[in-house]
């Protein structure tokens, strides 16, 4: 590739990376599958069933499709819009719970095959050093420029899918418990798939877990729901928990136990978490059953350390207060049939 000395060097360049984009746009078809079989081998969290591999050649055919043209045009990259299979794929990984990370690796690991090879067209092409660097650099301007504005797109479909997924996944979970709390389930398996917590041959705890913290700097659903699992965690529970909010302050949860504590032992747990969050328990139980009676017992003595306010301590369980709890469930039912 040769250009008179009179030409000016901008011309030169948009001449050049027009070029190396027409020869990009040429051998698309080796592109695609070359960053096909790099995102796949190198990210492990991509390498999903046959319809997720399928939608990444989609998303990846079509960026190819949609970036080339910037190059070989010289088109505004401000222009750029992700195309509809990258959207899709972003929504697919959301639904399918693969991390962001992975997507965003996708990207850079997108951008740098795709800047590879075009270096490697462009050294094949001009040999003036002055010129050369001047065509790289604005070979990877471009390709960065299209990513940034790119990625900006799928992320935010990404995030929006995620957050209509676990609400949809919320509302199910929320709705099988308190099937669970009312009668055995036809399909235990099944259920047990959806909760991502097995109840048969566990031994559970159930807990009412609350706070009367109002920080706006992190959501309390997602504080006492890490707080629960840190919990499991200082009790030495060998499974993960399972945590329902109830509302912002408040939320139902179960640990899986290796070992029944002691009241003593959940109070120093949760006094070495010192998370501002009050504990109320049930007694340990085998089984969907014992799963259900804990919950009870839990929520009882709940009713009670409401009941005492300030007076009630931090931490309670039914086995302590289990009279006191009994009575005041007996006292808000008569309220109820006395209404």
Not at 76 to 81: K, L, P, S
Not at 157 to 174: G, I, K, S
Request: charged share 20%; aromatic share 6%; with cysteine.
């Amino acid at each position: 590739m040769g250009y008179p000395r009179s030409t000016d060097l901008a011309t030169q360049v948009a001449a050049c990376v027009a070029e190396v984009g027409a020869a990009l746009s040429h051998n698309r078809a080796a592109l695609i599958r070359d960053l096909y079989q790099r995102l796949s081998s190198e990210i492990a969290e991509l390498r999903g069933d046959e319809s997720l591999q399928a939608s990444l050649v989609a998303s990846i055919e079509d960026n190819v499709e949609t970036s080339l043209p910037f190059l070989q045009y010289g088109v505004d990259i401000g222009q750029a819009e992700a195309p509809p299979a990258a959207i899709e794929y972003a929504r697919r990984l959301a639904q399918h719970g693969v991390p962001v990370r992975a997507l965003v690796r996708a990207y850079r690991l997108g951008q740098d095959t795709v800047l590879q090879r075009a270096l490697a067209i462009l050294n094949t092409k001009v040999s003036d050093p002055y010129l050369l660097t001047a065509v790289a650099q604005r070979l990877a301007a471009a390709n960065f420029a299209y990513i940034d504005h790119v990625t900006e797109q799928v992320l935010e479909a990404y995030e929006e899918e995620r957050d209509r997924w676990l609400q949809h996944r919320n509302a199910t979970r929320e709705a099988l418990i308190h099937e669970l709390l009312r009668t055995d389930p036809g399909d235990l398996a099944g259920v047990e798939a959806i909760l991502g917590y097995r109840l048969s041959h566990r031994r559970h705890l159930g807990l009412v877990v609350w706070t009367a913290h109002t920080g706006k700097a992190d959501p309390q659903a997602s504080s006492l729901a890490r707080f629960t699992s840190d919990l499991a965690d200082e009790l030495g529970c060998p499974y993960h928990p399972l945590f329902l909010p109830r509302d912002q302050a408040s939320g139902w949860a179960w640990l899986s136990l290796a070992h029944s504590p002691t009241a003593e032992t959940l109070a120093a747990a949760v006094q070495v978490l010192a998370r501002g969050v009050t504990v109320a328990a049930g007694e340990p139980g085998n089984g969907v059953k014992g799963f259900r009676r804990s919950h009870h017992q839990a929520s009882q003595a709940h009713k009670a350390m409401l009941a005492a306010a300030d007076s009630a301590p931090s931490v309670a369980t039914f086995g302590e207060i289990g009279a006191v709890a009994l009575l005041c469930d007996d006292q808000l039912r008569g309220t109820d049939a006395g209404n």
